[in-house]
Antibody, heavy 119, light 107 residues
Framework: EVQLVESGGGLVQPGGSLRLSCAAS????????MSWVRQAPGKGLESVAN????????NYVDSVKGRFTISRDNAKNSVYLQMDSLRAEDTAIYYC????????????WGQGTLVTVSS | DIQMTQSPSSVSASVGDRVTITCRAS??????LDWYQQKPGKAPKLLIY???KLQSGVPSRFSGSGSGTDFTLTISSLQPEDFATYYC?????????FGGGTKVEIK
């Protein structure tokens, strides 16, 4: 069974940092792009960052460029999201997901981890 | 960035009804369009990819159509478990972008 489990969310003050982790199992992790997608409370979905199978290509939504860094460790079947200079508007559930570059779908999604930025 | 516009934002329907949700892209995206279902407190679930291909395990009452800028998700006969929010997503270019969502509610 393909499974993605996120961890690392929590409460952080504005300007602070947080590192999210996502552990993958049940598929050949090193063959897939991986994504982080977020959902603010009561709002829609926003793709935050994506990383190629070997880490050689990464991309970000404009609102997090220069503040967030996506990375991966294929030996540990894990993907990470380092979030710095956090703002109140970064408050959201962050989902880790597998992305198919050939078909464009995002599937499956992890259960999500809540990040709250507040003083 | 490619903007995705869904309509309606909500729809009230009864069990057995046919429901149609539309999604429009701000520029042509060929067939690079996916649909997701999200229930309260749960992660989104992939229903349709490449505009019309049914994801494995998804009931055949769900179907997708369209290409270019205009797309449709149809539920042929609404079931109780289909009450949820539905999102379209373009996969033509980064950043991947989603529509605002359509909430399907019980009439």
């Amino acid at each position: 069974e393909v499974q993605l489990v996120e961890s690392g969310g929590g409460l952080v003050q504005p300007g602070g940092s947080l590192r999210l982790s996502c552990a993958a199992s049940g598929f050949t992790f090193k063959s897939y792009w991986m994504s982080w997608v977020r959902q603010a409370p009561g709002k829609g979905l926003e793709s935050v960052a994506n990383i190629k199978h070997d880490g050689s290509d990464r991309n970000y939504v404009d609102s997090v460029k220069g503040r967030f860094t996506i990375s991966r460790d294929n030996a540990k079947n894990s993907v990470y999201l380092q979030m710095d200079s956090l703002r109140a508007e970064d408050t959201a559930i962050y989902y880790c997901a597998r992305y198919s570059s050939s078909s464009g779908w995002i599937d499956p999604w992890g259960q999500g981890t809540l990040v709250t930025v507040s003083s | 960035d490619i903007q995705m516009t869904q309509s309606p934002s909500s729809v009230s329907a009864s069990v057995g009804d046919r429901v149609t949700i539309t999604c429009r892209a701000s520029q042509g995206i060929s067939s690079w369009l996916d649909w997701y279902q999200q229930k309260p407190g749960k992660a989104p679930k992939l229903l349709i990819y490449e505009a019309s291909k049914l994801q494995s395990g998804v009931p055949s009452r769900f179907s997708g159509s369209g290409s270019g800028t205009d797309f449709t998700l149809t539920i042929s006969s609404l079931q109780p478990e289909d009450f949820a929010t539905y999102y379209c997503q373009q996969a033509d270019s980064f950043p991947l972008t989603f529509g605002g969502g359509t909430k399907v509610e019980i009439k």
